[in-house]
């Protein structure tokens, strides 16, 4: 069965994507971190339960899970947790269902986003982290072998 080269570059296109999962998060973390108070106040604004906490919460999730999934550290429990996170945030971060007019498409997009990005975690579970992690420099995890072609 032909995989169109997708074995020969398997464990770069899984580093680049596991950076592009977690940019999202991470530029957003870091802008949370940068302004608790005013992450505080969006959290109490979206109605987010606890936003002293909830603020906490995002904070920690979004930078520095994310940097753990760019270095490939705890790679398949931590796409599980953001990949529920994504879920939490898509249902308390962007009702679209209560809301009207361009609010309401606007959030409806980045509330479908939120389970693109699910479908992305996913896949990273499933996959693994690909040789370029400090998953597989500790030896927490095997580097996947290489498949042979046959033809």
């Known amino acids: 069965m032909n995989d169109f080269g997708a074995e020969r570059i398997r464990d770069e296109v899984i580093l680049i994507a596991r950076f592009l999962l977690a940019l999202l998060f ?26 002293t906490i909830s603020a906490l919460v995002a904070i920690m999730v979004e930078l520095f899970v994310s940097i753990a999934i760019i270095l490939g550290v705890w790679t398949r429990p931590l796409a599980v947790v953001l990949a529920l996170y994504s879920l939490a945030t898509a249902y308390i971060g962007h009702p679209y269902w209560n ?15 939120n389970f693109s990005m699910i479908g992305g975690f996913m896949l990273l579970y499933v996959t693994g982290p690909g040789k370029y992690s400090v998953d597989v420099r500790l030896g927490s995890i095997d580097a996947p072998p290489l498949r042979r072609q046959t033809h």
């Open 99 to 113: 809301m009207e007019g361009a609010d309401r498409f606007a959030n409806m997009i980045n509330f479908y986003k």
């Open 26 to 51: 991470l530029i957003f973390g870091w802008g949370k971190l940068g302004d608790y108070s005013g992450t505080v106040a969006y959290m109490t604004q979206s109605g987010a339960p606890l936003p």
